[in-house]
């Protein structure tokens, strides 16, 4: 029997590191159009719809939902794409997803971002009222006041009105009985992804106070406001999300932190561990460049896979005769997945286009780096 998944939009390489947008309460994945197409140059993004909004089936969730279901929801969609970890971001109900995930599944979360959320949603009444309305009468008069509530005077987006307007009663009442139900206060320290909060100024549902808390409880986070914002900040603010979240999902330190993991991915913590003890205050900044520059921006660029650019490098180190350091990638391609007969088969190109000596010498090399390979 085939498993009912969220609706979802994906944009972006699949090679990309996965990046999942989760929406508020009665909006759809429209609310990241805005932003969706600056991220998924770089990333492998999957924006989704709740439960009986958007193109999702209201049946996903019943009376009594809660976080923990949306969660799981999330998980088995992720899993249906073949995404492990992933960095995380959402707004308000969307948010609180992440910060359970990050908190109940920590191993699948790299990175996190909590927009205009909150760790508790003012107690469980206002949203119990509001289920027993939406359920007693729908949406519509709800809907009516969702500019007031999502945006500041004078700015709107009427596609996600409609989206409000369009919802299934129960479902949003559902999602209203895991808001009720959300507490996640006193397990936030607990949260080890790296986290980034933002809060919108003018924001009356999850008033930056609320991302102040969870900012000063969650090690590391860091918290932005966003002047001019009101809870829909991705819509009404986008230039200013797409700032913190560029920083946040890739910026320089992360560029150079990842790069660091990719370079020891592909040359091995034994290479890297003695070029780092040979390291001085001469030779410092040029290792941080090769970790920023060479492995933080250009190998995790997904455009090429890791097994092309080994191509590429062996014949450009072939080219060069940079043979010392071709035996080092030798061993990189085996761990990015070249068997011996590709590598044979590069370094035999070389000798079309680079020269027979210099084939010759590339193989004498990439012989005995696979003959220890085989002791």
Known sequence: MTTKLLN??????????????????GTSYALWDKVAPELSITHRLVRWDLPGHGGSA???????????DLADLVLALADSLGIERFAYAGVSLGGAVGLHLAVHRP?????????????????????EERA??????GLADLAEGANARWFTAGFTVPRLVEDHRNADP?????CCDALAAFD????????????LLIAGRDDPATPPAHLREIADAVPGAALVELPGASHLAPAQC?????????????????????????????????????????????TARFQDFISRYAWGEIWTDPTLTRRERSMITLTALVAHGHYDELAMHVRAARRNGLTPEEIGAVLLQTAVYCGVPAANSAFAAAQRVLAEEEG
Not at 184 to 195: F, G, K, M, Q, Y
Request: proline content about 7%; overall charge neutral; charged content about 20%.
């Open 58 to 68: 209201a049946d996903l969730i019943g009376p009594g939902a809660t976080v923990g």
């Open 107 to 127: 191993e699948r979360v790299s990175s996190l971002a909590v927009i205009c959320s909150s760790a508790h949603f003012n107690g469980a009444k206002p949203w």
């Open 8 to 25: 979802h939009r994906a944009e972006g390489p699949t090679s990309a590191p996965p990046l999942l947008l989760g929406p508020s309460l």
């Open 132 to 137: 027993a309305l939406v359920r007693r009468e």
């Open 238 to 282: 986008p230039e200013a999300v797409l700032t913190a979240l560029r920083a946040h999902f890739h910026g320089a330190a992360g560029s150079a932190k990842r790069g660091m993991e990719v370079r020891r991915e592909v040359l091995g913590d034994a290479h890297v561990d003695r070029a780092q003890a040979r390291q001085t205050a001469f």
């Open 170 to 174: 129960d479902a949003y009442a559902a």
């Open 184 to 195: 996640l206060r006193d397990e936030l320290a607990s949260i080890t992804a790296p986290a």
